[in-house]
Nanobody
Framework: QVHLAESGGGSVQAGGSLRLSCAVS????????MGWLRQVPGKEREWVAR????????EYADSVKERFIISRNNTESTLNLQMYDLKPEDTAMYYC???????????????WGQGAQVSVSS
């Protein structure tokens, strides 16, 4: 079992920055990858970024590439998402997620946090 809890959401003007953190606890040794996803009411959950546990390789959605940075701190047991140059279209509920097994899914992660709201005004 893996437990995830996000923090750091909030409101910011366009062009601003925010940092999301996810406290990770439980049996994280078997996680294949961890990621951040976001969702706007009425729309499908969208993958934002992921990091692989074996080699810390990172991947990003085109919409956030070169603006967001995902990182994992094993010492502090946190997964972070540093967001720069935020845009109104980045407004969403952001979820931290973890997956076990031998692949990293687009959206169907096994473990989820409760979400953190990010609101960007123009």
């Amino acid at each position: 079992q893996v437990h995830l809890a996000e923090s750091g959401g909030g409101s910011v003007q366009a062009g601003g920055s925010l940092r999301l953190s996810c406290a990770v606890s439980g049996n994280i040794r078997n996680t294949y990858c961890m990621g951040w996803l976001r969702q706007v009411p009425g729309k499908e959950r969208e993958w934002v970024a992921r990091i692989y546990s074996s080699n810390f390789l990172t991947e990003y959605a085109d919409s956030v590439k070169e603006r967001f940075i995902i990182s994992r701190n094993n010492t502090e047991s946190t997964l972070n998402l540093q967001m720069y140059d935020l845009k109104p279209e980045d407004t969403a509920m952001y979820y931290c997620a973890a997956h076990i097994g031998h692949y990293c899914p687009p959206r169907d992660y096994v473990y989820w946090g409760q979400g953190a709201q990010v609101s960007v005004s123009s």
